[in-house]
Structures are given as C-alpha cells and as structure tokens.
C-alpha cells in the first residue's frame, strides 16, 4: 500500500514537471512572439531566422505576413518531424503552434510597443534572449532555420554543425540585404551578436541554479 502511494506521488510529481515545463515553453514563444511582432518586424531588423526569412519573402511575393511566417514554421515542424526524430517532437509541436497564435495575435492586434532605436533594441534582445533560453532550458526547439543544419549533420556528422548554422543566417542576411538595405543586415547582424550574449548569460544561470539543487538534494 505505502509503494502505490509512492508511486502516485511519483507520477504526480513528474505530471507537475511536464506541466510546468510545456507552460515554461509557452510562455518563452509569447515573449519571442511580442518582440517579433511588436519590435524587430515593425523596425525590419533581419537576423537571420524565419521571421526574416518570411519579412524578406513578403518583400518579394507582397503576401502577408503571419501566412508566411505560420507556414515556414509549419514546414520546418514537419521536417524535424521526419529527419529528426520524436524525442522532442511533441514539446516542439507545443512552441510551434504558441508562436504561430501569438505572433498572429500580437501582429493584427492595433497596438504599439515602439519608442526610441535604442530601448527597442535592447528590450527586443532581452525577450527574445529569455525566450529562447524558456525553449532550450526544456529541451524544446523553436522550429528554426537550424533545423535544416540538423537535418544535414545527421546525414554527415563530419560536417560543423555551428558554421552550417551560421551559413544558413547569413544566406537570409543576404537576402535581407537585397531586399531591405545594409542598414537592417547590420542592425541584425548586431542584433544576432547581442541577443547571443543574453542568451549565453540565461544558460550560465541556470546551469548554475540546477547544479546549486542538485547539490542540496544530495546533502539531504
């Protein structure tokens, strides 16, 4: 009797996890969807992901925007899907479909975050830094142009998985930079530069915070 009632504290434990984990990655692609939709696409920052992937290709095609961006990361979704197995394919599900709802909703709603280059700037790289650090921390993927590098490296993993990265971002700079200008790539550019840092520090820190339980736990 006291085993089953272990067990159901065990299962209730784990169910807690994954509750909070799923809205740990929702509440990461509503901050990525506010600063997508409310900073970098109404400033045209380009870089590099399927935001402006889908700001460079409405530039070309004139259709709009959420169709565009829902569809790139729908196509994405169902290629990590197929190439990349389904250990995290059900979280991935999750992130997708909240930053498509979000960054629909955030995009048609009529309202503006907007104030001077600056403070945009840095309130963008925080939300979307935190964003992808709620994503990662829960072994979620945000469905980017990443997974087209993924996919190559299981095919040769001899291959740099960091360059084929790098290389598919500077290919939508390229474009970005046909269609919208040096300033927008160089803003991005700076941009990708600076989010990168945040990130990295929102890492750092948890790392550290699940090492610091880890060694409670184990004094106990």
Known sequence: MKEDIGWDKMRQRQSHVRVRGMAKIIFGNILLALAYAKWMVPRGI????????????????????????????????VICGLFLGKASLMKSIVSSLSYMFFFTLFYELPFTLMTTFPIDFLLACLLISFGYYCCLSEGSSTVGVDVIALVLYQKNPQRNLAKMIRHLNLSVLVLGLLTY???????????????AWFLEKWLA????????????????
């Not at 590099?48 to 790139?72: D, Y």
């Not at 948890?206 to 184990?218: E, S, V």
């Open 181 to 195: 200008g040096v300033f927008a790539v160089l803003t991005g550019f700076l941009f990708s530069v600076s989010y």
């Open 205 to 220: 820190w948890d790392a550290k915070r699940q090492q610091k339980g880890l060694d409670i736990a184990q004094n106990h």
């Open 46 to 77: 380009i870089n590099g992901g399927v935001t402006s992937l889908s700001l460079v290709l409405q530039k070309i095609t004139q259709l709009p925007l959420p169709w565009l961006s829902n569809g790139l990361t729908l196509l994405l979704l």
